[in-house]
């Protein structure tokens, strides 16, 4: 321990010298300076040994120690060493105040209706959101310390009985696999541990929302918390998880059913919508119905620019504007947005750019891409909406249909866990199926996802019975 | 394994390249709405379209251009060398034949239109009165688009079932029939308007006569089912002749070969409608007086009908496809199948039993 | 993706009720597009009843190779026939059925491609049509069984939803054409329905992937399902064609499946051929991943190569003799070989090892 911060404090009480180590940053000062400091004050005259001090010292975690490495690295995680001189152990005690911030609302994943609290960047803090979830002995963690330089803690969270093993012992297994020098987010760690790197999809579910993390639970999916990060993996996930939000679960069924219709159209817009408008243009005019085709050939007119180009430009403000927002401070990125949007559209027409139908269509694309709940799946939905314009400016409609057919196949071979990617839709599964593109009433969804292969599948048995209309 | 993805990758770039189809780019194109083909005083196909062009500097949205040739081909052909944009046919929705082209046949020009798979099923077919060219060139005061104006107006016809449609499908399915002569509407320009109120009856491929479109409401409901629409209609009520109104016409028809030998059809009408006016007040709430009007109805339509059947006979034309289930029948009764101048070589001796039947749903709101 | 997961895919297992899909998405194929002509100019009128016996056919073919299968466990085509007739001379009927599978891949190729060169693209050349596809389906078919199931389970999904479209061509009907009914003989019939054949064929896939399967004991329920499916779907398509076309019209038209889409029109969209053509790509790409499949376990068995670079021989042979067929002769000629070869293999080929296995290997081969 080199740290020159690193405060050594000599205290004698009575016969006894002892010797504190801490780093003052990691340590909550107030209890050091209540608590800790009058209690060694009133330490007996005589010799004390360490396991007085263990057997009644007001701290709620101590330990001994006799390694003098395990000692720096219980130092940097805000522990206390002492040491009283003429013993040759040294006692641990956790008195630490990592620096956090307090619980906040989710900012990410915004919902109108349910829990609004989101995790933080304390794995402690995280785990305690999660066991008021769940108050349940049945959510187990298992620790795993992971970055051979950064050492940080992972946790990774599972309900017994519910999870299957074979997907615990997966992820277990990738974590502890991993032969890096530090994970600072979960961010990072999905990247490395989920099923194929070179996909664009996500395979895993990144989510801030405890209530998530806890339905997920119970589905018997599993669950990895990284220190500092607020964001928890859940895995396996398909590809319709990625659509789907937990205020589904709050609405009645029709509206949640409604919703969530509503998104998977939006992916279909806004993955073909201006790549129609490019096909139909460039190649297919006959396909332009009579009463659009004046409105169309008046807005065109006075472009100078093949709709690819036009097309491609107009994608490209769009993510301009996006990642401007993204960047800028809070204040500024919202008149951005505003601004931007307006002045640059209204100019872009008026300069002759581009046809304000194509405004209106690039508009409604990128809007139905931020309908997803998962950021993850919307920016990748963003971004496969490039290739297939270009292929909808190279070959029409057949292009169009040679990129879904890529996609189709690609989502098809990808995988979440070992688990099918596209699951309830293929391998179809009718009971999956019934919590995806639609949500159906409670009684109907009495048995856990096929997707995890919980060996406990059974939800809700005397519920659903109850539940069941016309009882 | 890398180096084949690799690969893989460099082929689709190269494909992707290099296979970039032919572009039609939308401003790049003469947009052909309406299409007239006229038969030139040397012979020749004097060939007129109107058609999109997207031009900034243009006044117009609409441009017409003709040209002469031997073959449709041709004259578009002819066109995209007069034009500054490449005039394609995709959005043709009305292609208009001059009266006396069409009388000495059109079913090349039609058959070139099925052939190109850039033209769609759905465009409307019309003959003219006079020159197509004189219809599509005139400058209309109401209408600067005369393609869409074209189109919008037989489209309302025949969706308000005022006209019988005659889409290029229909016609070659006419056409290919045997036993069944195609229709087409009848347009005729009244100085600034547009007048659509005949329609022209082909013998095969070629212009024959032309009914009003009175006979027409009769000849649509012996040729299809007839689901709305209107009819004014001169009845004989207790020896007084008078005009009345029926609405929402809805018909079936049925059609039976009596008599194979000398043929002789039954034509069944079964209507419903409703009674919207009358031009003397009439007690209708009373079931005989309705009943009464029913029969002198039912009267009227036969008579009509009847009428019609013998100008469609006499002009040797059947549009109804009475040949086709005469046919039918002598096929069911062992005959071999007949050949289209066979049939109609035999529907020149046809006879028709008419009988209608109507029933009076409602009569407005007031009884 | 490493070596290994595509070995760990490839031996994957697919639940029982995919093979359904997978007999259906592989009988469904080109042959829709167009086969309508060739059926109507051997018995008119009663094509539909050529495609129900077409489908009985397919039945019977099934259930013969559905008792040879039974009779050998967790075997394919491949492994019985060197289990019935020894090492080389099930190495030559294996090498005749891979020719076989991979002459039909690529019938199925050329004729897509075919379409869409006179439709869409007529200038692109076809190998990077060719080439683009042959990419698509080496990515597809390295992932393993499952993928060919996904795609066949969303071709299928695709079709049918297409042919919730016939409604449309349906408004044209003329319930006259199907008429006089039965007014051909058997013989007649026969003819057709072994015309049908090549577009029926397709469902021998079960010979290939019947290790593959979980549930053996109730796969013939799902493969006779499959096989009624596309019967039904055929007599569907069939029975518009013939209400919708005249039969004079409908010898001419090389794909009328997709001349029935051009009338189908949406507010916002017309000429939905285009569409449907570019859907087409799905239903293919099923074909064609499951025949190179198919052909890839075949080369595999008889050369040992590894399914990898036995796969990409394949593409590479078909990717040049597609090369070679360029006009729509050789087109048609190949698609006629093909068809009438895949006849014997299919539908007689069956029968004649059934009965070999039968008589000359009773008892010797039942595990």
Redesign the interface.
């Known amino acids: 321990m080199r740290n020159p911060r690193l405060v050594f404090r000599n205290l004698s009480c009575g016969t006894n010298s002892l010797l504190l180590a801490y780093l003052p940053y990691l340590v909550d000062t107030v209890i050091l300076q209540q608590v800790l400091l009058p209690y060694f004050e009133r330490l007996p005259e005589e010799k004390v040994v360490p396991d007085t001090i263990l057997g009644n010292v007001p701290v709620a975690h101590v330990t001994q120690t006799m390694d003098y490495r395990q000692v720096s690295d219980y130092l940097v995680r805000g522990w206390i060493y002492l040491q009283i001189e003429g013993t040759a152990c040294g006692i641990l005690l956790y008195v630490a105040r990592i620096p956090s911030r307090s619980l906040g609302e989710a900012q990410v994943e915004t919902q109108i209706f349910g829990p609004q609290v989101s995790f933080t960047e304390a794995l402690e803090t995280n785990l305690g959101i999660l066991q008021g979830y769940l108050s349940t002995d049945l959510l187990t963690n298992v620790s795993i310390t992971i970055g051979k330089r950064s050492m940080t803690n992972v946790e990774v969270c599972f309900m017994e009985e519910l999870a299957a093993p074979e997907n615990v012992q997966t992820v277990i297994q990738r974590i502890s696999d991993l032969d890096i020098d530090g994970v600072i987010d979960s961010g990072k760690l999905v990247q490395l541990i989920d099923d194929n790197t070179f996909s664009i999809f996500p395979q895993l579910i990144l989510t801030e929302r405890p209530d998530h993390v806890s339905e997920a639970l119970l589905e018997g999916k599993v669950v990895v918390f990284v220190e500092g990060s607020p964001f928890a993996i859940v895995g396996p996930s398909s590809f319709v998880d990625f659509f789907k939000s937990n205020e589904d679960l709050y609405v009645r069924w029709q509206m949640a059913s409604f919703i969530r219709l509503l998104r998977f159209s939006a992916l279909f817009v806004s993955l073909f919508f201006t790549a129609t408008y490019v096909a139909a243009l460039t190649f297919h005019y006959e396909m332009i119905p009579s009463a659009l085709l004046v409105s169309l050939v008046k807005s065109r007119s006075k472009v100078p620019f093949p709709p690819l180009f036009e097309a491609l430009l107009l994608e490209m403000i769009i993510e301009f504007l996006r990642e401007a927002g993204a960047r800028l401070p809070f204040k500024v990125g919202q008149t951005i947005g505003i601004v931007g949007g307006i002045v640059i559209g209204q100019a872009a027409v008026a300069a002759g750019f581009t046809s304000n139908i194509l405004i209106m269509i690039v508009a409604l694309s990128a809007l139905a891409s931020f309908t997803f709940p998962s950021y993850m799946m919307s920016t990748a939905v963003r971004i496969l909406r490039f290739p297939i314009i270009l292929l909808a400016g190279i070959w029409g409609g057949f292009g169009i249909m040679l990129g879904a057919s890529f996609l189709l196949i690609h989502i098809l071979r990808q995988s979440s866990l070992g688990r099918p990617f596209f699951l309830p839709f293929f391998p179809f599964r009718l009971h999956d199926f019934k919590n995806s593109l639609i949500r159906f009433p409670f009684y109907s969804l009495g048995k856990r996802p096929v997707m995890t292969r919980s060996p406990d599948d059974t939800r809700a048995p005397d519920e659903v019975e109850k539940k069941r209309p016309g009882q | 394994m890398k180096r084949l993805r690799l690969l893989v990758h460099y082929l689709l770039m190269v494909a992707l390249l290099n296979g970039c189809g032919e572009q039609q780019v939308l401003e790049k194109l003469g947009l052909a709405v309406a299409v007239g083909y006229d038969l030139s005083k040397d012979g020749q196909l004097l060939g007129t379209t109107v058609f999109y062009q997207i031009d900034p500097e243009a006044r117009e949205l609409v441009t017409v251009i003709s040209g002469t040739a031997h073959t449709s081909k041709g004259l578009t052909l002819s066109q995209n060398r007069e034009s500054s944009k490449k005039i394609v046919g995709g959005q043709i929705r009305v292609v208009v034949y001059h009266d006396e082209l069409a009388r000495k046949g059109i079913l090349a020009l039609v058959e070139n239109l099925t052939r190109d798979a850039s033209i769609g099923s759905n465009v409307y077919l019309t003959v003219a009165k006079g020159r197509a060219y004189d219809i599509l060139t005139h400058r209309y005061p109401e209408n600067s688009n005369i393609g869409i104006y074209l189109y919008q107006a037989i489209r309302q016809n025949i969706d308000g079932e005022n006209m019988i449609s005659s889409k290029l499908h229909e016609f070659m399915k006419d056409y290919y029939a045997i036993g069944k002569d195609p229709v087409m509407p009848y347009i005729e320009r009244v100085k600034n308007e547009l007048h659509i109120n005949q329609i022209a009856l082909f013998r095969d491929q070629r212009l024959v006569a032309e009914i009003t479109t009175r006979e027409g409401f009769f000849l649509k409901v012996l040729r299809e089912r007839y689901n709305k629409g209107e009819l004014e209609i001169n009845i004989a009520l207790d020896k007084k002749r008078l005009f009345t109104v029926i609405e929402h016409i809805s018909s079936k028809k049925q059609m039976k070969v009596l008599d194979l030998e000398k043929p002789r059809f039954s034509v069944k009408v079964k209507m419903t409608a409703q009674i919207q006016e009358m031009a003397e007040k009439i007690d209708l709430s009373k079931p005989e007086q309705l009943n009464k009007v029913q029969k002198a109805i039912e009267l009227a339509v036969k008579k009509e009908t009847e009428q019609l059947l013998e100008k469609l006979r006499k002009h040797d034309v059947d549009p109804v496809g009475f040949g086709e289930i005469y046919n039918i029948a002598s096929q069911k009764s062992g005959k071999k199948k007949l050949s289209k101048d066979e049939c109609r070589e035999i529907m020149k001796r046809a006879k028709y039993d008419v009988d209608v039947e109507i029933k009076i749903l409602r009569t407005g709101v007031i009884g | ?3 290994s997961t595509f070995r760990r ?1 490839s031996h994957m297992a ?2 029982v ?2 093979a359904l899909f997978m007999v259906h998405g592989n009988q469904v194929g080109i042959g829709i597009a167009g086969v309508q002509r060739f059926i109507y100019d051997r018995v008119q009128q009663d094509a539909w009843i050529a495609v129900i016996i077409a489908g009985i056919m397919t039945h019977i073919a099934a259930w013969f190779m559905l008792k040879i299968l039974a009779n050998y466990k967790d075997m394919d085509l491949y492994d019985i026939h060197q289990m019935v007739f020894g090492k080389w001379p099930a190495r030559v009927l294996n090498f005749i059925f891979i020719v076989y599978i991979m002459g039909s891949a690529l019938t199925i190729l050329r004729g897509y491609i075919e379409i ?1 060169q ?8 076809s190998w ?2 060719n ?3 042959l ?2 389906s ?3 078919v390295t ?1 393993g069984i ?2 060919l ?3 066949s ?2 071709s299928v999904g695709l079709t049918i939803l297409q042919l919730l479209l016939l409604v449309y061509p349906m408004q ?1 009907a ?1 319930f ?1 054409l199907l ?2 009914v039965f ?1 051909h003989d058997l013989g007649q019939l026969m003819d057709a329905a072994k015309k049908m054949s090549f577009s029926t064929i397709g469902f021998e896939v079960i010979l290939f992937i019947y290790p593959f399967v979980k549930e053996k004991e109730i796969l013939p329920r799902y493969v006779h399902g499959g096989l009624f499916m596309t019967t039904c779907l055929y007599v569907v398509v069939m029975l518009v064609t013939l209400l ?6 409908l010898k001419q038209l090389i794909w009328a499946t997709f ?1 029935m889409m ?2 189908v ?7 939905f051929e ?2 449907s ?3 087409w ?2 239903i293919l ?1 099923d074909n064609l991943l499951t025949n190179l499949w198919v052909a890839m376990r075949g080369v595999h068995h008889i050369s040992g190569v590894k399914e990898r670079m036995a796969l ?1 021989g394949i593409v590479g042979v078909m990717f040049f003799a597609s090369n070679f067929l360029e006009t729509r002769q050789s087109i048609n000629l190949i698609t006629d070989v093909f068809g009438g070869v895949g006849f014997y293999i299919i539908f007689v080929y069956p029968i004649v090892l059934y009965v070999v296995i039968r008589l000359f290997r009773k008892g010797a081969v039942r595990t």
């Open positions: 993706m490493s070596l895919n697919i639940s009720s995919l869409i006179s439709w869409m693209f007529p200038e692109v050349p990077i049509l080439a683009s596809l990419c698509l080496i990515y597809g992932g499952r993928v199931a996904g795609i389970f969303f044209y003329d006259h008429q006089p007014h919708y076309f005249q039969g004079e019209q001349m051009k009338i029109e949406f507010p916002f969209l017309e000429r285009f569409v053509i570019s859907l790509m799905l790409l990409i």
